[in-house]
């Protein structure tokens, strides 16, 4: 484990909203009083009628959580109206197409008119508050103008991310019953099309066997692509708008009234449709948005997520905007039309603030420095890090190459089910440890316990909980509440579970090891499959690896290692020893693997997570019985894995 320390820089401290002083200040009063905290920084957003209660929640019985519970709000006048007055002209969004050549903007007059014009166009069709309708889109601005003109009128979005098959599509709109379906003719990925209305109408097919009717669908134009039509159902998007009045009243919404519904997988059965409400949420996301990121007024801020998850949710469309930012919304995938497209970007829209995930900055660490050295990125002064554990490797190659050591590294750590950041440094604030997510945001109150869910103190592995309710919590699960309590609250009495493990340091840093189900249990060791992953990949010809655990005669578990190599090396058996070896010297002995196969390309979904399930199956040998492989963005690269296993019988 690296144990390297970098101090807050100086230009860090200067211009920071948080010093460490204040962080303390305001954790301790987050903690202690959390009614006189939230009730202070509540009033961040607008509200129609002030709240007069703050914190109701309980984490025993039926777990009620409710925050600001008698006030109204609505999440798009906060994300647009509130802002017109004085900042109208802003650019709130910046689009860069898949094609580097294709880009525009949008301000904020005009975002209200957009989604002012698409909530009338849903209320025309019958849409009502309460009502859920699926977004079914590529990374275009019509995507954000769905969600926030659902939140105008109370509608509860569902965004189903474009690279899911129809299979998945279908078994979302049933899960929620939802008859009203967003989306567009033709996506477009590395240049390539991809074809969304076709897989809506065979969704619409799958869940209208499900007895659940789509009624309407609204499609936007991308591309002009040749699509099927069904008359009377089918509407195209820009007919619609602009038949329809450019205002339109926000609803009146009491806080606890849902916003939206995300699905996310679990480690059992379907996905679940956690449910996230309107107040609490908002106020959440807006302040991590601006505490994590140190956003100043006029900065311009990208994301690199897609709004099919929650961190595009959170951080490319809700807090952004609830904080008047301006936000850059990407279509195109990190190595089209080469591995600079990133650093790109990033020259040509002045990016003052950069937040990705581990795999691409793997990825991209792979593909060699010239790419990197091929742009300026002289506007950057922030970088951030979500989505899994950041390697100390990967995190020093994004400091000293990407941020030429100039730049602060926030690398959050949170979930679907948190709404926004739980663990992060502040830029100002946390002094950074590469590899760890660090302290606790304000009013986040972590523990780690052991097996049988006694408290660990100090400096310690644990399995991670949050103890006292925030205000972007999930509520629910849509329409299953007993699952919501029985997945997350049923481990642990009175705590919230986060399915991860962690260690905390002698400083109190946090480090999240990865999930606790693919933690390894070697010779009755534990392991976790991260630590192996990031002491291989700190090897110098390694790029990318993926452990798993695999039934070992003798420990109980084995560790089984897929390599991917920096381009031009050769897997040899002289590299296995050595990157062994390497391994033995990083961790211990008890982390020796026992197999190494060397993979051109490790099985990911389209959102860059590895697949460990296949690749644990693999490992096994049993590779009859991969089942779903439909969310691979490659599914080529099963047959490399397994003609090549290394545990063959
Ligand atoms: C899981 C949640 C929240 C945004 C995207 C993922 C892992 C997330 C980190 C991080 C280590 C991380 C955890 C968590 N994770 N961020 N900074 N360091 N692990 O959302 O799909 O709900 O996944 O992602 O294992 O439980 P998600």
Partial sequence: MSSKVYPVSKSAKTRALIDSDKYQKWYEESIETPDKFWGKHGKRIDWFKPYTKVKNTSFKGRIPIKWFEDGLTNVSYNCIDRHLKTHGERVAIIWEGDNPYIDKKITYNELYDHVCRLANVLKKHGVKKGDRVTIYMPMIPEAAYAMLACARIGAIH???????????????????????????????????????????????????????????????????????????????????????????????????DPLFILYTSGSTGKPKGVMHTTGG?????????????????GEIYWCTADVGWVTGHSYIVYGPLANCATTLMFEGIPTFPDQGRFWEVIDKHKVNIFYTAPTAIRSLMGAGDEFVKRSERTSLRLLGSVG??????????????????????????????????MITPLPGATDLKPGSATRPFFGIKPELVDAEGKTLEGATDGNLCITDSWPGQARSVYGDHDRYIQTYFATYKGKYFTGDGCRRDEDGYYWITGRVDDVLNVSGHRLGTAEVESALVSHHLVSEAAVVGYPHDIKGQGIYCYVTLMADVEGTDQLRKELVAHVRTEIGPIATPDKIQFAAGLPKTRSGKIMRRILRKIAEDDFGALGDTSTLADPAVVDELIENRQNKK
Wanted: proline share 6%; hydrophobic share 35%.
């Fill in 158 to 256: 569902s965004v189903v991310f474009g690279g899911f098959s129809p299979e998945a599509l279908a078994g979302r709109i049933v899960d929620c019953e939802s008859t009203f379906v967003i989306t567009c003719d033709e996506g477009v990925r590395g240049g390539k099309p991809v074809p969304l209305k076709e897989n809506t109408d065979i969704a619409i097919d799958i869940a209208a066997k499900n007895y659940v009717i789509v009624h309407n669908v609204l499609v936007v134009r991308r591309t002009g692509g040749k699509i099927g039509w069904a008359p009377g159902r089918d509407h195209w998007y820009h007919q619609e708008m602009a038949s329809v009045k450019p205002d339109c009243p926000p609803v009146k919404m009491k806080a606890e």
């Fill in 281 to 297: 949420y908002l106020v959440y996301a807006s302040m991590t948005h601006e505490y994590v990121f140190d956003y100043h007024d």
């Fill in 388 to 421: 899994e554990p950041i390697n100390p490797e990967a995190w020093e190659w994004y400091y000293h190459t990407v941020g030429e050591a100039r730049c602060q590294i926030v690398d959050t750590w949170w979930q679907t089910e948190t709404g926004g950041i």
